[in-house]
């Protein structure tokens, strides 16, 4: 039950993410972008000693990492 949950709450971050970054990406990518943003945003976060111990926080940790995946695409690829 637990990847299913990481799948589809990476699915959400990923959504919002794009949307907030003005980004248009398939489900497939953003699936991959929101569970890589969860990897990431714990990181940066665990940085400044914050950690997710919700869905909601959970949640915002992964937009927030997926959003600097964008970012760094951006700035890498183009």
């Known amino acids: 039950m637990g ?3 990481s799948i589809i709450l990476g699915a959400i971050a990923g959504c ?5 970054m ?3 990406t398939s489900w497939i990518k ?3 972008l929101g569970i890589l943003g ?3 945003g714990g990181w940066v976060f665990s940085l400044i000693g ?3 111990n919700s869905t909601i926080a959970t949640l915002i ?3 927030v990492g997926a959003c600097i995946c964008i970012w760094l695409g951006r700035k890498l690829f183009n």
């Open 61 to 63: 940790v992964s937009v």
């Open 38 to 40: 969860g990897f990431v």
């Open 3 to 5: 990847l299913i949950w």
């Open 22 to 24: 003005h980004e248009k």
């Open 50 to 52: 914050f950690r997710a």
């Open 16 to 20: 919002i993410a794009t949307g907030i």
């Open 30 to 32: 953003n699936i991959l």
